[in-house]
């Protein structure tokens, strides 16, 4: 961790999203509202989502191990890029880890996602861009890129857990790419160790863009995901749905009255009357 105004913008940064990640533990409302979501961004395009839902978290320990990245690794990245530097990787990051989970997940308007893991892994790849030489959980800073990348890679290709590893990749390369234009001299001295990295990750990453047949991804963050023909038919069914919930509530209203209906009856019928 940094000291003085770099100190501060850091835990700027994880109070912030502490604060906005308890409100989402708190008000399921409030977390659906700016979670990042395909149909949300693509249909919508409530493009506030990309940097938003970067601020939630599914719970404690997602949010806890992610701000422990942030103190751990942005004092090295501040020292580096100084504090502007730190905020632009972080947050380019973020955004770049949503833009390639949009674009692998376009025709599954269904996929959500929430965490600062895509800003977080930027901001540890641009330290091992700017120095290779970094010790990381006792590894080299080289080594320890390209095994998370591997097991990054498979773990995509498994689907083994509910983990958005494609925002990880995304926001990995982001980062270094960052860092790199901020410190162009990197390339030079440290492009074995680019190569090493960034090699693998952009192959795998224009496989699951071309390719996506290979691998039915259907994960992250206990979404059950369901085979759609298009966004729009995710859309039309979703839209059936809310309809069918808002008559049932009408219908509630008219046989006992408005005090019969529960405080998510209420919001539902509130927000359904904002569109």
Known sequence: MGTGLSGIISWIVIIVTGVVSYQGFKNHFF????????????????????????????????LIFNMLGVYFFAGLLIGQLDWYGFLLVYFASMVGGNLLSLLIYKNQGDYTSVGASGAVNGGIFAVIALDPGIRIFFLPGWLFGLLYIGLTIYGVRSKRDNIGHEAHLGGAMIGMLVAIALQPAALFENYITILIISVPTLAFIYLIITRPHLLLIDNLFFNTHKNYYSVDHKYNESKFNQQQEIDRILDKISKRGMNSLSQKEKQMLKEYSKK
Request: net charge positive.
């Open 31 to 62: 977390f659906e509202k700016y979670e990042f979501g395909v149909e949300k961004v693509r249909l919508y395009r409530d493009y506030k989502r990309l940097v938003t839902s970067g601020f939630l978290h599914v719970n404690w320990m997602h």
